[in-house]
């Protein structure tokens, strides 16, 4: 099929650039495949992230959406210190759980409305809501004059957070090209622990500023500042090309992509593929409930319950309980001052940021599988440390337990941090990614809820030793669940993630556990057999390419040759 001359003539200027219009037999939508991106120039191949300036502000942009949520979750530790002797609730840990973790019950609300207003009014006008709901609520928040006031600004603030979770991996994932989507993606978790550091250093400064009575109502509040400018900056960013040609305004998306792209070329291209991919995922969702493709399916089921199994371990790795109750942790078990306690947790916040941006030069070049498989049993090993500096002297323990928490942030930043976040923003195909996001991120608000209510419960029962072990224990299990079942999704075009699980996860684990018994075997020195081993999801891959070329033979269409 080939589009209106109408819809080809708009691509004929690029940024900053004047071209030719581009002649009709270009435009045939059989002259691209779904499932390659050869035709990236060579410039493209040697320079990924040479890209646009609207690229770029774009996604800045969208980052500024989650700079407020990074703020709060570090605010919320600060901010512990002054409001729990002001209410009057220090020795009740339940509560004390339920103030922080209520925000997850918000988030979950706030995931059905992203739904609503990403499928008809796009991820701006997503964002733009976000942002105007999280002003509100953290004004109440700040305002609130008892802990039974608080809980529901607290709510309000967690619906805008389930927004963004929802949107800006997926907008970030929509505008990138494929050779760096893996980090822009990863920006996400770049731009919390930014907002993270930003939030403690807020912290140390109010902390100071009778912090029982009015320096807890400033942290608090602080996020405001962010999510008020991010209402008006979201509309000079474009909207994601995906959702416009999926809403048929396809002048809108090519003019777009024009913005997005360094070349008018990849922009067509671009669009082409797209727009086959939207018109496959609409044939496919025809008639479908599709939470119950989510299951009937084998492909997406395997999908599904691997990003869960992201999820899971990223939430339990034990990284939020350094995130919102640091402050505590360092003030009851390590016996410091509320405003040393304060001060010390911006160290562990300045380690977050300034680790992350590993990711960007790691994630696409090393792949999602090897970041987990390299970073889970350092993060392991720091959780012990951090168990056993509470016994002996205390300038020891602390020296283990500052040294545990800042190599164990250095681990997760790049890694447990980032990867989930990309994997499950890019692993869906795009008929059910809605679906398939909205199931991964309830579970992980209730892993996250789980661990932040727990802990104040936790603690006061097991005490730190028992609480961090059981950290270091689901860390464990979290290298050997990741070594068997998680795939290597690097690479792979959104087009192509419905191949990747073609095959079962039993399937998938002996391929890697034959991997890494060769992989064993040439550390040491053993001889190994040369036969190539072929991974089941590049082998799917390759099946799929075939298959292509197999329906094209049948059709009549030309074969593309290499």
């Not at 320079?47 to 690229?55: A, E, G, L, R, V």
């Not at 024009?258 to 669009?271: I, V």
């Not at 990867?419 to 992980?444: D, H, K, M, N, Q």
Request: aromatic content about 14%.
């Amino acid at each position: 099929m080939t589009m209106s001359d109408k819809e080809n003539s708009v691509f004929t200027q690029g940024e900053g650039n004047i071209y030719t219009e581009t002649e009709n037999e270009n435009w045939k939508e059989e002259t691209v495949e779904d499932l390659d991106d050869e035709y990236l120039t060579e410039e493209e191949k040697l320079h990924p992230w040479k890209q646009t300036k609207t690229f770029y502000w774009s996604v800045f942009v969208a980052s500024v959406a989650v700079l407020f949520y990074g703020i709060d979750i570090s605010a919320i530790s600060g901010a512990q210190v002054g409001y729990k002797p002001h209410f009057h609730i220090s020795s009740r840990t339940n509560l004390v759980g339920v103030m922080v973790s209520c925000i997850y019950f918000g988030t979950f609300v706030g995931v059905f409305v992203a739904l609503f207003t990403n499928t008809y009014f796009g991820r701006r006008f997503s964002i733009c809501v976000a942002a105007i709901l999280s002003t509100g609520g953290c004004l109440w928040e700040a305002l609130a004059p008892s802990w039974q006031v608080f809980i529901p600004g607290r709510l309000i603030v967690g619906i805008s957070y389930g927004i963004i979770g929802e949107t800006a991996p997926v907008f970030l994932a929509e505008m990138a090209p494929t050779s760096i989507r893996g980090g822009i993606v990863s920006l996400y978790q770049q731009v919390i622990t930014i907002g993270i550091f930003i939030g403690y250093l807020v912290n140390v400064i109010f902390v100071w500023v009778d912090y029982k009575v009015t320096g807890w109502r400033i942290m608090i509040g602080v996020p405001m500042v962010p999510s008020i400018i991010e209402v008006f900056l979201i509309w000079t960013a474009p909207e994601s090309p995906r959702w416009l040609i999926k809403r048929g305004r396809l002048e809108q998306a090519k003019n777009n992509l024009l913005k997005l792209r360094l070349y008018p070329e990849t922009a067509e291209k671009d669009f082409v593929r797209i727009k086959k991919a939207i018109e496959e995922d609409e044939r496919l969702q025809e008639g479908k409930n599709l939470m119950l493709e989510l299951i009937r399916l084998p492909f997406l089921r395997r999908a599904v319950l691997v990003g869960i199994m992201e999820m899971l371990f990223q939430q339990m790795s034990g990284m939020n309980v350094f995130m919102n109750y640091i402050d505590t942790v360092f003030q009851e078990n390590i016996h410091m001052s509320s405003r040393d306690s304060v001060a010390v947790s911006l160290f562990p916040g300045f380690v977050n940021m300034v680790s992350t941006p590993i990711v960007f030069f790691t994630i696409d070049r090393y792949g999602r599988r090897t970041l987990q498989l390299v970073t889970f049993p350092i993060m392991f090993l720091m959780l012990l440390m951090v168990l056993f500096s509470f016994y002996g002297d205390r300038k020891v323990n602390l020296a283990f337990f500052i040294i545990g928490v800042i190599f164990f942030i250095v681990a997760y930043s790049p890694g447990a941090g980032p990867v989930p976040w990309t994997f499950c923003a890019e692993v869906f195909p795009t008929y059910v990614r809605a679906a398939g996001t909205l199931v991964t991120t309830f579970f992980v608000n209730a892993f996250n809820f789980a661990l932040s209510f727990s802990w104040p419960s936790m603690e006061a029962a097991w005490g730190p030793q028992g609480s961090f072990g059981f950290y270091a224990g689901f860390n464990f299990l979290g290298i050997i669940m990741q070594f068997l079942f998680l795939p290597e999704t690097k690479g792979y075009t959104l087009e192509q993630m419905k191949v990747v699980f073609e095959e079962g996860l039993f399937t998938i684990a002996w391929y890697h556990i034959r991997s890494g018994w060769r992989s064993l075997r040439k550390l040491l020195g053993l001889p190994v057999s040369n036969s190539p081993l072929v991974s089941p999801y590049d082998k799917a891959v390759a099946l799929s390419r075939a298959r292509e070329e197999e329906l094209r033979r049948h059709s009549g269409e030309p074969v593309k040759n290499g």
